[in-house]
T-cell receptor
Framework: DVKVTQSSRYLVKRTGEKVFLECVQD?????MFWYRQDPGLGLRLIYF???????EKGDIPEGYSVSREKKERFSLILESASTNQTSMYLC??????????????FGDGTRLSIL | GENVEQHPSTLSVQEGDSAVIKCTYS??????FPWYKQELGKRPQLIID?????GEKKDQRIAVTLNKTAKHFSLHITETQPEDSAVYFC?????????????FGSGTRLQVQP
């Protein structure tokens, strides 16, 4: 069974801090994703990565960056946290099989509060 | 890019009744349509998916239908039970390998009244 592990379930930080959210998957998946979940807005893609050191912007990348130094680990970075980044953050991973879409497997999420 | 709209945003049914959630998508090239269930405080979990070469797929009390011409797909839950209460998300993706990501609908909160 695929396991996607996010380092923290709850996190409280202050405005202006640099925040790191970590995600690890154990199934050798090529693709990894970071989503933000807000009520009424569904899941919105922040960034994704399809290989080590490769990254692509999603729909809402502003104020975020990512790092993928190893295949199993994908980090989301809030360079200077702001209150409007208070949200639930979900990490996911999936296989890459050419042009065929594949299920994404999610972590438990990190509820981040910026004070 | 792809846009997915989901309706209704909330749905309340009596136990034993059927529930239907509908989604429309904008990109006619989309070819994979998964549905996720998210219980309160838990991760989204895949419950069923369908590919564009299939019109309908069933798994026990859950079924998904796809109408490529109209660009919409629906989740059908029969004989609903209280444990079906959750938020359900539809999603779509295209074969564009440059993206590889799902575009999600905004979610439907289903409440099954005992």
């Amino acid at each position: 069974d695929v396991k996607v592990t996010q380092s923290s379930r709850y996190l409280v930080k202050r405005t202006g801090e640099k925040v790191f959210l970590e995600c690890v998957q154990d199934m050798d998946h090529e693709n990894m994703f970071w989503y933000r979940q807000d009520p009424g807005l569904g899941l919105r893609l922040i960034y994704f990565s399809y290989d080590v050191k490769m990254k692509e912007k999603g729909d809402i990348p502003e104020g975020y960056s990512v790092s993928r130094e190893k295949k199993e680990r994908f980090s989301l970075i809030l360079e200077s946290a702001s209150t409007n980044q208070t949200s639930m953050y979900l990490c996911a991973s999936s296989l890459f099989l050419g042009g065929a879409g594949q299920p994404q497997h999610f972590g438990d999420g990190t509820r981040l509060s910026i004070l | 890019g792809e846009n997915v709209e989901q309706h209704p945003s909330t749905l309340s049914v009596q136990e034993g009744d059927s529930a239907v959630i509908k989604c429309t998508y904008s990109d006619s090239a989309s070819n994979y349509f998964p549905w996720y269930k998210q219980e309160l405080g838990k991760r989204p979990q895949l419950i069923i998916d369908i590919r564009s070469n299939v019109g309908e797929k069933k798994d026990q009390r859950i079924a998904v239908t796809l109408n490529k011409t109209a660009k919409h797909f629906s989740l059908h839950i029969t004989e609903t039970q209280p444990e079906d209460s959750a938020v359900y998300f539809c999603a779509a993706t295209t074969p564009d390998t440059g993206r590889r990501a799902l575009t999600f609908g905004s979610g439907t909160r289903l409440q099954v009244q005992p």
